[in-house]
């Protein structure tokens, strides 16, 4: 397989743009399509995240600022897509500001994004498979009233979601994009699942000023302008990461052509289906009171429980988004491990040697899997001391993410004003293309 057309022509890309072919292509555009709609899982972290903006700006500030956010989170990501049809590498924002950079700049900004992505990609990975051990929290908590959930219990749990990633991204690299594959279906099949239930066994439904017209300051913030801004950034988080597939690129077959098909794709959907789920949930949320002081920590376990008035109905219900969650958590720890190898081969990070070797047998960065996986690990300890103060490592995702792509597409729309991006197929674009190495010459 890795003899085909379109594998020589993908590594001749990856040949120009001075790497070597070292990892398997693995994905074909259905199962990166699948990976990429599957890393954002828009309508769970609608359902996750929903306190935040619920609390600061109240259902008109969470649904129009859910708009606002797919909108101009698509914006960016057309911009990561025409980039990553430029050069399709794992290493991602980090080469492409090496490569439009100017001269004197190529190396500390190429150094700069590499960390920042590096950092943000592992902040993901703490984040999401918290949410993962701490939705199982919630459930025993519903099921067993009398249960009294600790936070070092949540980080227990958490590490044993982390080592299910580490187990089928080192273990069973092989059954990934099958499994990917299975998860889209899942998780279209979650979503029209939840959703009718919702609609269907609420027992009334709010009305449309309650969800279009109303607005909520329950951090009393000093102005409700305020109160919507920070309630802006649970929506804004929703849509990160979406540049997971980029970082997938020596892994993909057509890599130039599917990854822009994936990420665009996945926006769109996702996108779709996340504004239907925040609008029902709003519409189902009932007694505002118990939802916000539910004792599971998640609003929307209590939200199902609420609508369907049924314990076991709604256990089911969450351990959907719970397996959607933690399916997640392991394309991210994938993603996250790739962004680390390819930065660690061009001696970007310490124990850059160690962190590049990749597997002979299985051809995955193992090395780096387990790095980035023990630092999420280490990251998730925060939350026994303070969840306020673990929020910091969510602020760092959409910091580090949002900052990541700033810089390589202001540099791209730099180089279009100048008239140094030549249009898709014009004679001397691949020419255009650098051949240098990044951060170093690693290679």
């Given at each position: 397989?890795?003899?085909?057309?379109?594998?020589v022509?993908?590594?001749?890309?990856?040949?120009?743009?001075?790497?070597?072919?070292?990892?398997?292509?693995?994905?074909a555009?259905?199962?990166?399509?699948?990976?990429?709609?599957?890393?954002?899982?828009?309508?769970?972290?609608v359902?996750?995240?929903?306190?935040?903006?619920?609390?600061?700006?109240?259902?008109?500030?969470?649904?129009?600022?859910?708009?606002?956010?797919?909108?101009?989170?698509?914006?960016?990501?057309?911009?990561?897509s025409?980039?990553a049809?430029m050069?399709?590498?794992?290493?991602?924002?980090?080469?492409w500001?090496?490569m439009?950079?100017?001269?004197?700049?190529?190396?500390?900004?190429?150094?700069?994004?590499?960390?920042?992505?590096?950092?943000?990609?592992?902040?993901?990975?703490?984040?999401?498979?918290?949410?993962?051990?701490?939705?199982?929290?919630?459930?025993?908590?519903?099921?067993?009233?009398?249960?009294?959930?600790?936070?070092?219990?949540?980080?227990?749990?958490?590490?044993?979601?982390?080592?299910?990633?580490?187990?089928?991204?080192?273990?069973?690299?092989?059954?990934?994009?099958?499994?990917?594959?299975?998860?889209?279906?899942f998780?279209?099949?979650?979503?029209?699942?939840?959703?009718?239930?919702?609609?269907?066994?609420?027992?009334?439904?709010?009305?449309?000023?309650?969800?279009?017209?109303?607005?909520?300051?329950?951090?009393?913030?000093?102005?409700?302008?305020?109160?919507?801004?920070?309630?802006?950034?649970?929506?804004?988080?929703?849509?990160?990461?979406?540049?997971?597939?980029?970082?997938?690129?020596?892994?993909?077959?057509?890599?130039?052509?599917?990854?822009?098909?994936?990420?665009?794709?996945?926006?769109?959907?996702?996108?779709?289906?996340g504004?239907?789920?925040?609008?029902?949930?709003?519409?189902?949320?009932?007694?505002?009171?118990?939802?916000?002081?539910?004792?599971?920590?998640?609003?929307?376990?209590?939200?199902?429980?609420?609508?369907?008035?049924?314990?076991?109905?709604?256990?089911?219900?969450?351990?959907?988004v719970?397996?959607?969650?933690?399916?997640?958590?392991?394309?991210?720890?994938?993603?996250?491990?790739?962004?680390?190898?390819?930065?660690?081969?061009?001696n970007?990070?310490?124990?850059?040697?160690?962190?590049?070797?990749?597997?002979?047998?299985?051809r995955?960065p193992?090395?780096?899997?387990?790095?980035?996986?023990?630092?999420?690990?280490?990251?998730?300890?925060?939350?026994?001391?303070?969840?306020?103060?673990?929020?910091?490592?969510?602020?760092?995702?959409?910091?580090?993410?949002?900052?990541?792509?700033?810089?390589?597409?202001?540099?791209?729309l730099?180089?279009?004003?100048?008239?140094?991006?030549?249009?898709?197929?014009?004679?001397?674009?691949?020419?255009?293309?650098?051949?240098?190495?990044?951060?170093?010459?690693?290679?």
């Amino acid at each position: 397989m890795e003899n085909t057309p379109t594998h020589v022509a993908d590594d001749a890309t990856l040949a120009l743009l001075g790497k070597k072919q070292v990892l398997k292509r693995r994905f074909a555009f259905i199962s990166l399509f699948g990976f990429a709609v599957c890393e954002l899982i828009t309508w769970e972290t609608v359902l996750a995240l929903f306190a935040q903006a619920f609390s600061n700006g109240g259902p008109a500030g969470a649904v129009y600022g859910f708009m606002i956010a797919w909108a101009s989170t698509l914006s960016v990501y057309t911009v990561i897509s025409e980039l990553a049809s430029m050069a399709p590498i794992a290493g991602g924002q980090y080469y492409w500001v090496y490569m439009l950079a100017p001269a004197k700049y190529k190396t500390i900004g190429s150094y700069v994004i590499g960390w920042l992505t590096s950092l943000a990609w592992i902040a993901t990975v703490a984040t999401e498979t918290l949410f993962a051990g701490t939705i199982i929290q919630g459930i025993m908590v519903l099921d067993y009233p009398g249960y009294d959930n600790k936070a070092w219990e949540g980080t227990l749990l958490t590490w044993a979601v982390i080592a299910g990633c580490i187990f089928v991204n080192v273990i069973i690299p092989a059954w990934l994009p099958r499994f990917e594959v299975f998860i889209l279906v899942f998780h279209i099949a979650g979503f029209i699942a939840i959703l009718v239930t919702l609609l269907v066994m609420t027992p009334e439904l709010g009305t449309n000023a309650s969800v279009w017209q109303t607005s909520l300051n329950e951090g009393g913030w000093p102005t409700q302008g305020l109160s919507y801004c920070v309630g802006f950034l649970g929506n804004v988080a929703t849509f990160v990461g979406a540049d997971a597939s980029v970082h997938l690129a020596e892994e993909v077959s057509n890599a130039a052509l599917n990854i822009p098909r994936a990420i665009l794709g996945a926006m769109l959907i996702n996108g779709a289906v996340g504004f239907a789920m925040m609008v029902t949930i709003l519409y189902c949320v009932g007694d505002v009171k118990s939802v916000l002081e539910t004792a599971t920590g998640f609003p929307f376990i209590q939200v199902f429980a609420n609508s369907t008035n049924n314990i076991a109905g709604a256990s089911v219900m969450a351990a959907v988004v719970l397996a959607l969650t933690w399916s997640c958590a392991i394309g991210i720890t994938t993603t996250a491990s790739r962004m680390t190898w390819s930065f660690a081969r061009d001696n970007g990070l310490p124990g850059s040697r160690w962190l590049s070797r990749v597997n002979t047998r299985t051809r995955v960065p193992v090395n780096a899997v387990i790095a980035v996986t023990a630092c999420a690990a280490l990251l998730t300890l925060i939350y026994i001391g303070s969840y306020t103060a673990f929020n910091d490592v969510i602020s760092l995702t959409i910091t580090g993410f949002y900052g990541s792509y700033f810089l390589p597409a202001a540099l791209l729309l730099y180089h279009r004003i100048k008239g140094n991006v030549l249009p898709r197929g014009s004679a001397g674009r691949s020419a255009s293309l650098p051949t240098e190495k990044t951060t170093a010459d690693a290679e």
